[in-house]
């Protein structure tokens, strides 16, 4: 009797604890369900963003190759507008900046690589974009800006690169011990993303530092030298007169 009478209150206080606490544990099952159900449908949607981002790429890429520049800005436009935080946006920049340099608008070009080099996230692609603008500055005979976007970025995958742009600007600019420097950075790198016969090319046609101007004669030197050069020419007169005279 008494082993029933402790089930009986076991259950009494199960059916207790269950009224008091069974509607937290409800929620907490229906909140676990929600969450559960929001990221399979939010993990959907990047996906289908992801294809339907891919899908719209395809066709810029279609329309670069066909040299179709309006559809190649409404695709862009597009990518920017509804597919910002995907990688196909920070590629579609580095397309039409090719395509526009293709088309001779070079100031366009700058423009989306600026809009690029905005954008977070996509470090490795921003790297390719900068490199690409630097470029495009030193075509536009603009080697200051080239420089200030360069000097100080130690990307590491790019610091041959950027060095050689460096030294394209430096000497641009008539500074010839800067460029050397950023060459030999550039030569200095193992990795062979660059062109080294070029790049030597580049540091073997610097012009040669002007050599230091000669020290000025100072005015009481100058006349000494002249009183000197005097005196050696009466020396050498009365000499010749002696020997004339014998």
Do not use: H
């Not at 030569?187 to 016969?197: M, Y």
């Amino acid at each position: 009797m008494d082993e029933f009478q402790s089930e009986k209150e076991q259950i009494e206080e199960i059916k207790a604890w269950w009224a008091e606490y069974g509607r937290y544990v409800i929620a907490g099952v229906v909140i676990a369900v929600g969450l559960l159900v929001g990221f399979n449908r939010y993990e959907a949607s990047k996906i289908n963003a992801q294809t339907e981002a891919s899908a719209l790429f395809e066709a810029l890429a279609d329309n670069i190759v066909d040299g179709d520049l309006e559809d190649a800005i409404s695709v862009a436009s597009e990518l920017s507008s509804n597919y910002a935080n995907t990688a196909y946006a920070a590629q579609s920049r580095l397309a039409m900046a090719r395509l526009y340099m293709d088309k001779n608008r070079d100031q366009d070009a700058a423009d989306v690589l600026g809009e690029l080099l905005a954008m977070r996230g996509n470090d490795e692609l921003r790297a390719v974009g900068k490199q690409r603008l630097a470029r495009i500055l030193l075509y536009q005979d603009k080697p200051q800006e080239a420089v200030e976007l360069l000097e100080g970025d130690e990307t590491a995958a790019f610091a041959s690169l950027y060095a050689e742009s460096l030294g394209d600007a430096y000497a641009a600019l008539g500074d010839v011990d800067k460029a050397a420097e950023a060459y030999r950075v550039a030569l200095a790198d193992t990795t062979q993303t660059i062109n080294r016969g070029v790049v030597q090319m580049k540091l073997l046609d610097l012009p040669e530092a002007a050599p230091e101007a000669a020290p000025e004669t100072a005015p009481e030197a100058e006349a000494e030298a002249d009183s000197e050069t005097e005196e050696d020419d009466a020396e050498a007169s009365s000499e010749e007169e002696g020997e004339e005279t014998r």
